[in-house]
């Protein structure tokens, strides 16, 4: 995460300068703008060029695995707010697993429930839009209350109760599109937090340990930002999709729905060879063990066995 996030500026309604409070794991792009008390769940996307500033309402809520992509503006009247699933009040609220599409606008009082997608340039403003919605393009939500599981077509402009209440259901294909979005964004989230945290960092950052030990200091080895790198690079690779394996471990066969089940049998490894190199790689075919990309990812633990790494300090 790049994002330099600030507190909201002192005003006759908001005099607390409260702060955003942003998941490590998120990924917030540094041209994007996060002000006041917006709260970002765990692996959030926050695309280039977005806006989302609790500076007159607030609170925000963004849930994990929500994906905001280019553009997007969220901001709140200093009145009105609603009812989060937290049972706490929010000027907006956004849930879990949900997209808001490119240049979309989120205007508290607002609430987007779990699993939405809020299409391209399309506008919530003082609603709710129920759990699994499909709000395609160019569309106006506005004082009305969207049902779950309600499909929204391009252009519509919903004002009143009986418009939304009159909605067709989610399809199957909009399911899956909506889903698909998810599953790229989340592709995207590990990818530009991979490339943050690169194998050179956490080379360097092993090095530095091992020059401190080479000096008479043996302390044990800050891990939580090498695993951090360490699981971001594996996601990053899986989210590709194809087979993988590790010298001793056979992840091979394993669709890529599975991949939280990957991650936890690679963690039992690290666990086990705590000061060794484990080399990750990626394989178009597992039998014939084809190797398409390979990180050698470093795991030191603790620092008294530092001579016997293959590192020079």
């Not at 010298?247 to 690679?266: D, M, Q």
């Amino acid at each position: 995460m790049v994002a330099h996030p600030t507190a909201a500026p002192l005003t006759p309604w908001s005099r607390d300068l409260a702060e955003p409070k942003i998941h490590e794991s998120a990924y917030v792009h540094d041209s994007c703008h996060i002000i006041g008390d917006v709260r970002v769940g765990a692996n959030v996307l926050i695309a280039p060029g977005t806006s989302i500033r609790a500076d007159e309402g607030s609170p925000f809520y963004i849930g994990e695995g929500t994906n905001i992509q280019d553009g997007t503006v969220i901001h709140g009247l200093d009145q009105g707010q609603v009812l989060g699933d937290d049972q706490h009040h929010y000027s907006v609220w956004i849930g879990k697993h949900s997209s808001l599409a490119h240049m979309a606008l989120i205007h508290g009082p607002a609430y987007v429930g779990d699993d939405c997608f809020i299409g391209f340039r399309s506008t919530v403003f003082n609603a709710r839009v129920g759990q699994g919605c499909i709000v395609t393009m160019h569309v106006l939500i506005q004082d009305v209350e969207i049902p779950p599981g309600k499909y929204v077509p391009s252009g519509s402009i919903i004002t009143t109760q009986q418009q939304a209440d009159r909605l067709p259901d989610v399809q199957a294909q909009d399911t899956y599109f909506a889903h698909h979005v998810t599953d790229i964004n989340e592709a995207l989230r590990a990818g530009y937090c991979c490339a943050e945290n690169t194998a050179s960092l956490v080379l360097g950052q092993a090095k530095s340990r091992l020059q401190a030990a080479h000096n008479g200091n043996s302390k044990t080895v800050p891990r939580s930002q090498m695993e951090f790198a360490v699981t971001e690079q594996v996601r990053a690779l899986l989210a590709q999709g194809q087979s993988s394996g590790a010298e001793s471990l056979n992840f091979g066969g394993l669709p890529p729905n599975l991949r939280t089940a990957v991650v936890a049998e690679l963690e039992v490894c690290l666990a086990e060879h705590g000061n060794e190199y484990l080399r990750f790689a990626q394989t178009d075919d597992f039998q014939a063990k084809q190797r398409l990309l390979e990180q050698i990812i470093l795991i030191v633990k603790v620092l008294d066995k530092a001579r016997s790494l293959e590192i020079q300090p």
